[in-house]
């Protein structure tokens, strides 16, 4: 008897052992999954408290040589715009809001390969960056512009956790000279045309990453460039994709401007209303 219920106990044993394994495997792929959802949730706070923490009072003119970014320094200055002409220097001016009475800096920083990577010094007062693109020539030079872009979004992720993160906004700029109905169905165009270029030349130069194949510069400041980052994505399949940009939200604006012409066309609602209304809500 005694025999049969040793037989019976040691017979168990395996089973016990069986289920205390299943259910430490269990137990793991629970604790990985609470783990790396909690992780998910502190990324997405820490982007948010750290972007509402910014205290900068600036907004950084960032883009290539000829998009119209001293034209829009202009326009929010004096209400209109005046004739420009392209420049190696800084230029930075006091604006002021005038339907909410705020005033900020607005700092326009050249285009120019050599000297483009200036804006870095501007880093820490800025609340917003403003990245222009000439929409109606994106088509031709998109290759270009999106190696600017990239050594911006590269800047933003690189910051220290705490220096807060300024919002980053891409201009669809010069949707006047774009063929349309409407000025409004321009603006549509003007965005979407944008978008699609710089996503798909970003995914390029990320593929090109990826893949151990040097990415093209075309400045002194871009000797290491292939050491770059500024392009993951969350959920893009190895695409670049602006919605899932890992350093956060960037919104997309369409603006004009034209020597002579007022900020703003109440027949059209072309200029820069959308900017301007973006600056009196978040400054």
């Not at 990985?32 to 907004?59: C, P």
């Not at 120019?112 to 109606?136: C, E, M, N, W, Y």
């Not at 990415?215 to 670049?240: H, K, N, Q, T, V």
């Amino acid at each position: 008897m005694n025999g049969t219920s040793s037989e019976s106990h040691n017979s168990l044993i395996p089973s016990l052992d069986l289920f205390s394994s299943e259910t430490l495997l269990q137990n793991k792929a629970a604790l990985y999954a609470l783990t790396s959802f909690l992780f998910a949730a502190l990324v997405i706070i820490f982007r948010r408290v750290r972007t509402k923490t910014s205290r900068g009072n600036a907004l950084l003119l960032v883009g290539s040589a000829d998009a119209g970014k001293t034209a829009i320094l202009s326009s929010l200055l004096y209400g209109q715009t005046l004739p420009s002409h392209t420049s190696l220097q800084v230029n930075a001016s006091v604006v002021t809001l005038p339907s909410v009475q705020k005033i900020i800096k607005v700092v326009d920083i050249p285009g120019h390969p050599r000297v483009r990577g200036q804006f870095t010094k501007h880093l820490t007062s800025a609340r917003a960056i403003a990245f222009v693109v000439d929409s109606s020539t994106i088509s031709r030079n998109g290759d270009a512009v999106a190696e600017h872009l990239h050594l911006v979004l590269h800047e933003l992720v690189s910051l220290p956790p705490s220096q807060p993160l300024p919002a980053l906004l891409i201009l669809a700029h010069k949707i006047d000279l774009l063929k349309g109905s409407a000025m409004t169905d321009n603006a549509t165009v003007a965005i979407q045309r944008v978008r699609t270029v710089l996503e798909r030349e970003l995914s390029k130069r990320r593929q090109n990453q990826s893949n151990g194949v040097g990415i093209e510069g075309l400045g002194e400041e871009d000797a290491d460039r292939s050491e770059w980052g500024g392009l993951e994505c969350s959920d893009a399949g190895g695409m670049f994709k602006f919605d899932g940009w890992e350093g956060g939200e960037i919104s997309f604006l369409a603006t004009s401007v034209a020597v002579g012409k007022p900020l703003l066309d109440e027949k059209t609602g072309s200029g820069l209303a959308q900017l301007t209304d973006l600056l009196e809500e978040n400054f």
